[in-house]
Structures are given as C-alpha cells and as structure tokens.
T-cell receptor, first 112, second 113 residues
Framework: LAKTTQPISMDSYEGQEVNITCSHN???????ITWYQQFPSQGPRFIIQ???TKVTNEVASLFIPADRKSSTLSLPRVSLSDTAVYYC?????????????FGQGTELSVKP | DAGITQSPRYKITETGRQVTLMCHQT?????MFWYRQDLGHGLRLIYY???????DKGEVPDGYVVSRSKTENFPLTLESATRSQTSVYFC????????????FGQGTRLTVV
C-alpha cells in the first residue's frame, strides 16, 4: 500500500488560498489520488480525485506532478466553514483488494 | 430516502455485552466499509466488503465480526464489548473502491462502560 504523509495541521485566514501537500513516494502505476474532507461529528466527504496533471471542480483543484510522488490540494479563498480535517488517500481497486486506508489527515484551521 | 444510514446514532453498552451496529445503503454499491475513529485521531479500517458474501479484514479487525448477506446491509458486531472499543464508528459505501467516491454515514457513537 502506498503510504501518505501530510502536515498534521495548518492555519490560514479567510480569503486566502490554502495548499495542502501530500507525499506518496511509493505510489503505484494504477493508483488514484483522492482527497476527503471531514467536519467534526460527521463522516468524511469526497472532495476531488485525480490520476495525473491537474483536476479542478467547483470546490478545489488537485495538482499532480509528472512523477506523481506528491499531490497538492488547493482550496481557493477559504472561509471559516472550510475549517476541517483533510485526508489524502492513494490506492486502486486491484492491488489493494478494494481497501480504502486513511492516514492521519491535515487539520486546517481558518481564522477570521 | 436514498443514501447510507447507520443505526443507532448513539449507543451505551456494558463491558462483555454483544452489540450490533447497522449500516444500510440504497445505491446497490458493491463496496462497503466499517471504520472507527477515536477522539482526535484519523479513521481506521475495521472490515470491508467487495460484494455480498465477500468480506475481508482491515487494519483493526480484532473483536469485531461482520456479515453481508445482502448487498445493501453490512452489520458490524462487537461480540464482547470492551472499553477500548468506545469510539465513533463510520460506515461507507462505494460503487468501486479507491478509484471512485465513497459515501459515508453519519456515524454511531458507541460508549462501552
């Protein structure tokens, strides 16, 4: 299984862009990179997923360099409501047999 | 209503008792997962299932039993509850696993006294 490493915590202010980087040095060829967001007392929620280059949706962007050994979740103009824990997952259906393994996550705190 | 639901939302039980946490999804997703989350920590995979009648261990399976006789249900049983199993339990489902979106339930807060 590809191991992921993220910062434990980050602080930001409202209106700023936040970039959270995840390291996954032993990512396999078939692995996808997925980010989830979790608010207190709630289950995680899917944010974005990618395989290579850049992916953008209405919530975030995901930047993946050519070697795929890291990825960066970018949240534009954060607000207080973006305060949450963000998890980076790496994996595929086949080599892992379908497991979804979460790491420790990054606790993002957005201040006014 | 479409979605994934867990029951009960809150449960207090005594040490040594058997308790079952229920999880039901309405999408006919192939994959289902059980996680536990302890205060201030990330999610740890207990068991998962790729289809009805197919289950496999996750990271922390000891003390837990699962079954999946129907695609839509994935109950988690603590055969003899211990205080260390006090946690919040989340169920999730997905059409596939790592290369698609997983949907999580609201969680069951279990306290073992």
């Amino acid at each position: 299984l590809a191991k992921t490493t993220q910062p434990i915590s980050m602080d930001s202010y409202e209106g700023q862009e936040v970039n959270i980087t995840c390291s996954h040095n032993n990512i396999a060829t078939n692995d996808y990179i997925t980010w989830y967001q979790q608010f207190p007392s709630q289950g995680p929620r899917f944010i974005i997923q990618g395989y290579k280059t850049k992916v953008t949706n209405e919530v975030a962007s995901l930047f993946i360099p050519a070697d795929r050994k890291s990825s960066t979740l970018s949240l534009p103009r954060v607000s207080l409501s973006d305060t949450a824990v963000y998890y980076c997952l790496v994996g595929d259906n086949y080599n892992q047999g379908g497991k979804l393994i979460f790491g420790q996550g990054t606790e993002l705190s957005v201040k006014p | 209503d479409a979605g994934i639901t867990q029951s009960p939302r809150y449960k207090i039980t005594e040490t040594g008792r058997q308790v079952t946490l229920m999880c039901h999804q309405t999408w006919s997703h192939s994959y289902m997962f059980w996680y536990r989350q302890d205060l201030g920590h990330g999610l740890r995979l207990i068991y998962y299932s790729a289809a009805a009648d197919i289950t496999d261990k996750g990271e922390v399976p000891d003390g837990y039993v699962v079954s999946r006789s129907k695609t839509e249900n994935f109950p988690l049983t603590l055969e003899s509850a211990t205080r260390s199993q006090t946690s919040v339990y989340f169920c999730a489902s997905s059409d596939r696993a790592a290369d698609t979106e997983a949907f999580f339930g609201q969680g069951t807060r279990l306290t073992v006294v």
